[in-house]
């Protein structure tokens, strides 16, 4: 079992910056690939960024270049640096630990509460 905490979210300028945060608790939840996804009201969640036990990554299109994911295993904790911040990346942000880097929710077993980052303009 892990569990999920994210934290960190919160309203912005468009342009500017936030860091989420996902502390995980559990056991071997350094061992778990790691994810970001986003959910924006009447849309589907989608995959934002993800991360193995390794450190490497994966980014959707709409956000490389921009958001940073990194892990902290020593204390099992999950970051998004997300820079350049758009409207369109209004959301709730959850955080995920499943098997796979990949970037599609049905792969991902646990899931944190979400956080919400609202964009404005």
């Known amino acids: 079992q892990v569990h999920l905490v994210e934290s960190g979210g919160g309203p912005v300028q468009a342009g500017g910056s936030l860091r989420l945060s996902c502390a995980a608790s559990g056991s071997t939840s350094s061992s778990w690939s790691m994810g970001w996804f986003r959910q924006a009201p009447g849309k589907e969640r989608e995959g934002v960024a993800a991360?193995?036990?390794?450190?490497?990554?994966t980014y959707a299109d709409s956000v490389k270049g921009r958001f940073t994911i990194s892990r902290d295993n020593a204390r099992n904790t999950l970051y998004l640096q997300m820079n350049s911040l758009k409207p369109d990346d209004t959301a709730v942000y959850y955080c995920?630990?499943?098997?796979?880097?990949?970037?599609?929710?049905?792969?991902?077993?646990?899931w944190g509460q979400g956080t919400q980052v609202t964009v404005f303009s």
């Open positions: 991360i193995d036990k390794n450190g490497s990554t």
């Open positions: 995920a630990a499943g098997p796979v880097r990949w970037l599609l929710a049905r792969t991902y077993t646990y």
